[in-house]
C-alpha cells in the first residue's frame, strides 16, 4: 500500500490528532488513516441527467402512486381493516376495475412506462380524479364544481338521467363555517362526485342582502324539486380550528366526507322547510323564512332560479 509522510507538522495540531488517536483507542498513524479516509470519500457519478421524456415519465408516475394511495387512505373500496398504501393485492383490484395489466401499472408508477392518455382518461372516469393532474401536473388531483360561478341547477339535475342521491355538508365551525360541500352518487355506478358553494351564500348568519337571495332561491328549489331525488343532510365539523378547506377539497376523494368519524346527521334543512331558523340565519330575514315553510313541497317556484351575485 501507499506511504505518505508528512513533515513541518504544526505542533497544536500534532497534539490535537495524539489526544483524538486515545480518545478513539488507535495507534497515531490509525487516527490519520481514518481522518484522511472520511474527509476524502470518493467520488460518485451521478449518472447521465434525466431528458424531458423521462424526467416526465418518472413524475407521473410518482403522481399516479400519490393517487391510488390516497384512494386506499381514504378507503375509497369500503373495506374493513383497510390499508393506507395501494400494495400488490389493491393495485391487482385497481387493475381489474380499469382492465388493465397491475405489472402496466407498476411499470408506470415506478418511472418505467409511459402512462396512455386513454388510461388517463379512464382512471379520471372510475375515480373522479383529474386526467390533466395526472398527465400534467395542473390543477387538483380529485376534480370539483364550484356551484358559486356555474349555478346549482346542472350538478343537482343533470342532463344525463340517472338514479341520484345527494348530501348536502355543511361545514359547521372555523374560518369557513356555513361553506356548503354537495356530494352526487349515481346509484347504478357508485360513482360520487363533489360541489361547493363558497361565494353565493353560506349557512350562517350574518350575510348581506345578495347572500339572502341567492340562499332563499336555493332552498325553493331544493324544496319544490327534491321529491325527484334522495337529499341527506350533515354537519362536517373539523378537527382544528384553523381548518384549511382548500387543502382538503380536490385533495382527497370525495368519500372522505362520507366517513362517520368527521360527520354528523344534521336537521338544518328540514328546519328551514318547516319554518324554524337555525342559529338565527334569518334573522332580519324572517320574511324569507316565511316564504320558503309556505312554499308546498314539489311546487314550483319562480324564486327556484340561479344565483345573484353578494
Given at each position: 500500500?501507499?506511504?505518505?509522510?508528512?513533515?513541518?507538522?504544526?505542533?497544536?495540531?500534532?497534539?490535537?490528532?495524539?489526544?483524538?488517536?486515545?480518545?478513539?483507542?488507535?495507534?497515531?498513524?490509525?487516527?490519520?488513516?481514518?481522518?484522511?479516509?472520511?474527509?476524502?470519500?470518493?467520488?460518485?457519478?451521478?449518472?447521465?441527467?434525466?431528458?424531458?421524456?423521462?424526467?416526465?415519465?418518472?413524475?407521473?408516475?410518482?403522481?399516479?402512486?400519490?393517487?391510488?394511495?390516497?384512494?386506499?387512505?381514504?378507503?375509497?373500496?369500503?373495506?374493513?381493516?383497510?390499508?393506507?398504501?395501494?400494495?400488490?393485492?389493491?393495485?391487482?383490484?385497481?387493475?381489474?376495475?380499469?382492465?388493465?395489466?397491475?405489472?402496466?401499472?407498476?411499470?408506470?408508477?415506478?418511472?418505467?412506462?409511459?402512462?396512455?392518455?386513454?388510461?388517463?382518461?379512464?382512471?379520471?372516469?372510475?375515480?373522479?380524479?383529474?386526467?390533466?393532474?395526472?398527465?400534467?401536473?395542473?390543477?387538483?388531483?380529485?376534480?370539483?364544481?364550484?356551484?358559486?360561478?356555474?349555478?346549482?341547477?346542472?350538478?343537482?339535475?343533470?342532463?344525463?338521467?340517472?338514479?341520484?342521491?345527494?348530501?348536502?355538508?355543511?361545514?359547521?365551525?372555523?374560518?369557513?363555517?356555513?361553506?356548503?360541500?354537495?356530494?352526487r352518487t349515481d346509484e347504478n355506478t357508485g360513482r360520487t362526485e363533489l360541489a361547493v358553494i363558497t361565494e353565493a351564500f353560506y349557512l350562517c348568519a350574518g350575510m348581506g342582502a345578495g347572500g339572502h337571495t341567492n340562499l332563499k332561491r336555493f332552498l325553493l328549489f331544493l324544496k319544490t324539486k327534491s321529491a325527484h331525488f334522495g337529499v341527506n343532510t350533515f354537519d362536517f365539523e373539523p378537527e382544528q380550528p384553523d381548518f384549511d378547506f382548500w387543502s382538503v377539497i380536490g385533495h382527497h376523494h370525495p368519500v372522505w366526507f362520507q366517513d362517520a368519524n368527521r360527520r354528523s346527521t344534521a336537521r338544518w334543512l328540514q328546519q328551514i322547510f318547516i319554518g324554524d331558523d337555525p342559529a338565527d340565519w334569518f334573522k332580519g330575514w324572517e320574511t324569507d323564512l316565511k316564504e320558503i315553510s309556505n312554499t308546498p313541497f314539489g311546487e314550483d317556484s319562480s324564486n327556484a332560479g340561479g344565483l345573484t351575485s353578494e
Open positions: 500500500m501507499a506511504k505518505i509522510q508528512a513533515r513541518n507538522v504544526d505542533d497544536a495540531l500534532y497534539q490535537r490528532i495524539e489526544q483524538s488517536a486515545m480518545k478513539n483507542e488507535r495507534s497515531l498513524e490509525g487516527e490519520i488513516r481514518t481522518a484522511l479516509r472520511e474527509y476524502y470519500q470518493p467520488i460518485v457519478s451521478e449518472g447521465p441527467a434525466m431528458s424531458e421524456r423521462e424526467r416526465w415519465q418518472y413524475e407521473t408516475g410518482k403522481r399516479l402512486k400519490w393517487l391510488f394511495d390516497r384512494l386506499m387512505a381514504d378507503n375509497y373500496f369500503r373495506t374493513f381493516g383497510r390499508a393506507d398504501k395501494a400494495g400488490v393485492p389493491e393495485l391487482v383490484q385497481l387493475a381489474r376495475q380499469l382492465d388493465t395489466s397491475p405489472g402496466l401499472l407498476m411499470d408506470i408508477m415506478e418511472g418505467n412506462e409511459e402512462l396512455p392518455f386513454c388510461l388517463a382518461d379512464a382512471i379520471a372516469e372510475k375515480f373522479g380524479s383529474s386526467a390533466e393532474w395526472l398527465l400534467g401536473n395542473s390543477g387538483s388531483p380529485f376534480t370539483v364544481t364550484r356551484i358559486g360561478s356555474s349555478g346549482y341547477t346542472q350538478f343537482l339535475l343533470p342532463e344525463n338521467v340517472g338514479n341520484y342521491t345527494f348530501e348536502l355538508i355543511r361545514i359547521s365551525t372555523g374560518r369557513h363555517a356555513g361553506t356548503l360541500i354537495i356530494l
